[in-house]
């Protein structure tokens, strides 16, 4: 259980890295709700570049 719920904060804080997710700077809820999907594409793709990289 304790596991899940590190996995569950850890998430939320790679979402929380992206400036659009953490403030309201969309008009509407579905662009927000867009911008979710969007910042963890972005994350994985960081992190799979940085291990292809080494």
Do not use: G, K
């Amino acid at each position: 259980m304790l596991h899940r719920r590190w996995a569950v904060e850890r998430t939320f804080f790679w979402i929380n890295r992206c400036r659009r997710t953490v403030r309201d700077y969309e008009r509407l809820p579905q662009h927000h709700a867009a911008m979710l999907p969007w910042s963890m594409i972005t994350t994985m793709t960081r992190r799979l570049a940085r291990h292809r990289h080494t």
